[in-house]
RNA sequence: GGCGCUAUCGUCUAGUGGCCUAGGACGUCGCCCUCUCAAGGCGAAAACACGGGUUCGACUCCCGUUAGCGCUACCA
């Protein structure tokens, strides 16, 4: 490229929902356009339409965007070097394979389907690797003109040259180079006209003026039959990196069967955007020091390539939750508000809400935030964990029954009861004074009736501070509620 | 099979020849705090795949072995 400007592009293929391995290679090319102050670009790769999946670009643009990964130039937005999808670009890929078919480092190829799968076990028989035979590179311009007047389908294949080294040099894994014999004679244009990958993206990066192609490890295979393509066109080469895999827990290539690997999964399961960009931006690449936790602007501006590592990366779900509750922690509790009232309104069908009628002010819910703050991992955690929030408890938890409660227990409760009754609009002070009282009129410690009245209150025996439970609760649930314990409990 | 890439605690990683008795984080375990559970604090167990070189000196450089992964389509 003649100019310095950086321009990168994330060139996903319409197939159905984004991966997460996707959605870092396209965070990875964010980052870099954002760091060194270029452009980012989407290009829809929609060449192989038999894998177009109704709906997936819109869909592809949504979890983008939900991901705070805006592009500077794609469908949709536009751009100087559109079209932006590649189906709509047929016409500059035909002439370009004539520029090619031109200067004879491209030819047609008539061999039917049939004939190269008979090839291929041929020479697999013959433990040769597969490579198309160059058949069609024989043929006499009067038997193509021919064939193609006669109407007989083709494709067009690429000339690679005979026993020449194929350099590049890759940003991340430094110089890398090919023999080009083990480079087969790829297929360029389809016999439906439409280009392979290896066509396609050629064109786009350099027509496109992308100055550096970011994408994953299992590209850097065929990237030797790009640079071909660079210089049969004459085009200068843009700077190539290639990311290493995200991987499975026993190191294969991530996939499903093992997880959910589409970035809705992770969204629909309640993980924040912000965890997620977090957590697979580290996946390869680390700052350098001893940091962990970064927002998309932060990363924008600690990001580089040059600290991009190679190999493959365990996608460890345990980190994940880690930072999704690091990053929940960290937001103000208008925003946590904010997902709890949307996340209520939706799981209403499931629960059914006691207190308080069914609804719940945001005074109600902000005190159970500031309670259930440093317990939950997803916002649904302040349902599921602590359901007595928004419930009488159904049932009380048998273990904790059996070690705190004991026959003289609904006694004691019952002198708490009385010692509540007489709190006018206590506090938590005020509580927690009654409730010493009670256990001194009993004879009892305070524990004999604490952990009775977090079961009779809760159910369950862990959750924020007792008194915290019961100011938020209220003075009529929390008698309602010892109450309701006393004649279940046995 | 061929070609290519990769190789530090279970996992993510720091490390660019001496700073390494290899650091951090997640997870695990223990202790402290404490009405419980968390959070927090403190601490523990846990790794340089193997073999050769190069060098005064290798986790770091080179070679080989092994292993893993990727590619090997008219899919991307």
Not at 140 to 159: N, T, Y
Not at 246 to 273: H, M, T
Not at 289 to 313: C, M, P, Q, Y
């Amino acid at each position: 490229m003649s100019s310095d400007t950086v321009r990168v592009r994330f060139a996903p293929s319409p197939t159905g929902f984004l991966h997460v391995g996707g959605l870092r290679t396209a965070l990875f090319n964010f980052l870099f356009a954002r760091k060194t102050g270029g452009k980012f670009i989407l290009r829809i790769e929609d060449t192989d339409r038999t894998r177009y999946v109704e709906g997936a670009v819109e869909n592809l643009i949504k979890t983008l965007h939900w991901a705070g990964l805006e592009y500077d130039e794609g469908p949709i937005a536009g751009g100087d070097y559109g079209p932006y999808v590649q189906s709509e670009r047929t016409d500059i890929y035909k002439k370009h394979i004539e520029i090619l078919l031109e200067k004879r480092v491209a030819y047609r190829c008539f061999c039917t389907p049939e004939r190269l799968e008979q090839m291929r076990k041929e020479q697999e028989k013959k433990r040769l690797s597969p490579k198309y035979d160059r058949r069609c590179l024989l043929l006499s311009e009067k038997e193509v003109q021919d064939s193609i007047a006669s109407g007989k389908p083709f494709v067009v294949r690429m000339k690679v040259p005979e026993h020449v080294p194929v350099r590049f040099s890759d940003i991340i894994r430094g110089e890398v180079e090919f023999m080009s014999d083990r480079v087969d004679d790829q297929v360029l244009l389809k016999s439906d006209g439409y280009p392979t990958y290896h066509l396609a993206n050629v064109v786009d990066d350099h027509l496109m003026k992308i100055s550096h192609v970011i994408r994953g490890e299992e590209w850097l295979s065929s990237t030797p039959k790009h640079v071909l393509l660079y210089e049969f066109f004459g085009w200068e080469l843009p700077k190539f990196a290639h990311l290493p895999l995200l991987l499975n827990p026993d190191r294969s290539k991530l996939s499903k069967r093992q997880g959910d690997v589409a970035v809705e999964d992770y969204r629909a399961k309640g993980y924040l955007k912000e965890a997620l960009v977090n957590f697979i931006a580290l996946l390869g690449w680390n700052p350098g020091d001893e940091r962990e936790i970064f927002t998309l602007e932060e990363l924008e501006k600690e990001f580089s390539l040059e600290r991009v590592n190679k190999s493959g990366a365990v996608f460890n779900i345990e980190k994940l939750n880690w930072l999704n509750f690091q990053h929940l922690r960290r937001k103000p509790d208008t925003e946590v508000l904010a997902m709890l009232k949307e996340y209520l309104t939706h799981s209403q069908n499931s629960l059914q809400f006691t207190v308080h009628s069914s609804q719940f002010d945001d005074q109600y819910l902000l005190s159970v935030i500031g309670a259930m703050r440093e317990r939950v991992t997803f916002v649904k955690d302040f349902v599921e964990k602590s359901p007595y929030f928004f419930q009488a408890p159904k049932a009380y938890d048998p273990a904790v029954v059996k070690k705190r409660w004991n026959q003289q227990t609904p006694e004691h409760l019952k002198v708490l009861v009385d010692e509540f009754s007489q709190l006018v609009s206590p506090q938590k002070k005020d509580y927690e004074a009654a409730l010493h009282r009670a256990a001194e009129s009993s004879k009892i410690g305070n524990g004999g009736l604490i952990h009775p009245l977090r079961l009779a209150v809760s159910g369950m025996g862990e959750g924020p501070g007792l008194f915290d439970i019961v100011l938020i609760l209220g003075k009529e649930e929390t008698i309602r509620r010892i109450n309701l314990a006393i004649e279940r409990i046995k």
